[in-house]
């Protein structure tokens, strides 16, 4: 069975990091294309980063330089690591095999 | 960037009637492998995210047939034959081709 759950959400302040992880059961994430798409508080959904089965790496412009996506074959994990956070990256940050599986998300809350 | 846009943002539907969502690319999402990569999404109140369409009008595994998407080049549409209670939600399409951009959402409720 396909899981993909998410960790390392929390409050945070502005300018500060956390990092992101997506733990995978049912497929090996370095076969696949692995990305994080957020959802801010009543809004839609919105591609942050992807990184595929060779290692690319795809960033949104409203993320670029300040977060970083990556992934641990040997633990079958991907993570993103989020640097100098905004009150606008507050959202709910789904893990996700692009596309057809997702995980329940991990809220993220950005304090000024 | 690849924009995509949807009409209408919100739609009142009756069960049992037939519903439809438009989607617009600004570009055409033919790729130059010949695939069209534009997806369907259904997100129910208080749920992540199911993928129920790819590449136009393939449907995933268990999604019910009354959902169908058909379009090409610029211009898709996804249509639900006979709207069921679950179907409420927001529907997304995506575009595959250029990163990965989804549109503003449609919201379906009863």
């Known amino acids: 069975e396909v899981q993909l759950v998410e960790s390392g959400g929390g409050l945070i302040q502005v300018g500060g990091s956390l990092r992101l992880s997506c733990a995978v059961s049912g497929f ?3 076969g696949h294309f692995m990305g994080w798409v957020r959802q801010g508080p009543g ?11 060779g290692g690319k790496t795809y960033y949104a412009d409203s993320v670029k330089g300040r977060f970083t996506i990556s992934r641990d074959n040997s633990k079958n994990t991907v993570y993103l690591q989020m640097n100098s956070l905004r009150a606008e990256d507050t959202a709910l940050y789904y893990c996700a095999r692009v596309s057809d599986s997702w995980g329940q998300g991990t809220l993220v809350t950005v304090s000024s | ?16 009637q037939p519903a439809s969502i438009s989607c617009r690319s600004s570009r055409s999402l033919v790729h130059s492998d010949g695939n069209t990569y534009l997806n369907w999404f259904q997100q129910r109140p208080g749920q992540s995210p199911r993928r129920l ?3 136009v009008s393939n449907r995933d595994s268990g999604v019910p047939d009354r959902f169908s998407g058909s379009g090409s080049g610029t211009d898709f549409t996804l249509k639900i034959s006979t709207v069921e209670a679950e179907d409420v939600g927001v529907y997304y399409c995506m575009q595959g081709i250029d990163f990965w951009t989804f549109g503003q959402g449609t919201r379906v409720e009863i």
Do not use: A, C, F, H
Request: proline residues 6%; charged residues 10%.
């Open chain 2, 1 to 16: 960037d690849v924009v995509m846009t949807q009409s209408p943002l919100s739609l009142p539907v009756t069960l049992g």
């Open chain 1, 43 to 53: 809004k839609g959904l919105e591609w942050v980063s992807v990184i595929s089965g």
């Open chain 1, 28 to 30: 090996t994430v370095s």
């Open chain 2, 53 to 55: 369409l790819y590449r």
